[in-house]
């Protein structure tokens, strides 16, 4: 059973705007903390960017800061990757995930992972 679905990659320019979106239909997302990893060719998949369950809360990678932004609407039980200013070193798969836990930094233990969805910056 797919718990979490993404949606909105492709490809774009750089300096392209893009908007990830990621359904949880069958979870109880009011209570998740939400965030987006990515894994590009080659690397370890890194950490993004993460939403506490009450939506007030954000959390990013220094890599993304100022140009990413993580939303939620808890009743359409969605999370949302704004992603700005793209650059060719954003180029990767991105993956939703859910937490049970508001973590600190970086670390964030995944409960459950979406599939993926490419996105392909062409500089």
């Known amino acids: 059973q797919v718990l979490l679905v993404e949606s909105g990659g492709g490809p774009v320019q750089a300096g392209d705007s893009l908007r990830l979106s990621c359904a949880a239909p069958a979870l109880t997302f009011s209570s998740l903390v939400m965030g987006w990893f990515r894994q590009a060719p080659g690397k370890e998949r890194e950490f993004v960017a993460r939403?506490?369950?009450?939506?007030?809360?954000?959390y990013y990678a220094d890599s993304v800061k100022g140009r990413f932004a993580i939303s939620r609407d808890n009743g359409k039980n969605t999370v949302y990757l704004q992603m700005n200013s793209l650059k060719a070193e954003d180029t990767a798969i991105y993956y939703c995930?859910?937490?049970?836990?508001?973590?600190?930094?970086?670390?964030?233990?995944?409960?459950?992972w979406g599939q993926g969805t490419q996105v392909t910056v062409s500089s």
């Open positions: 995930a859910a937490s049970n836990i508001w973590s600190t930094g970086r670390y964030f233990p995944v409960r459950y």
């Open positions: 939403i506490h369950w009450r939506g007030d809360t954000t």
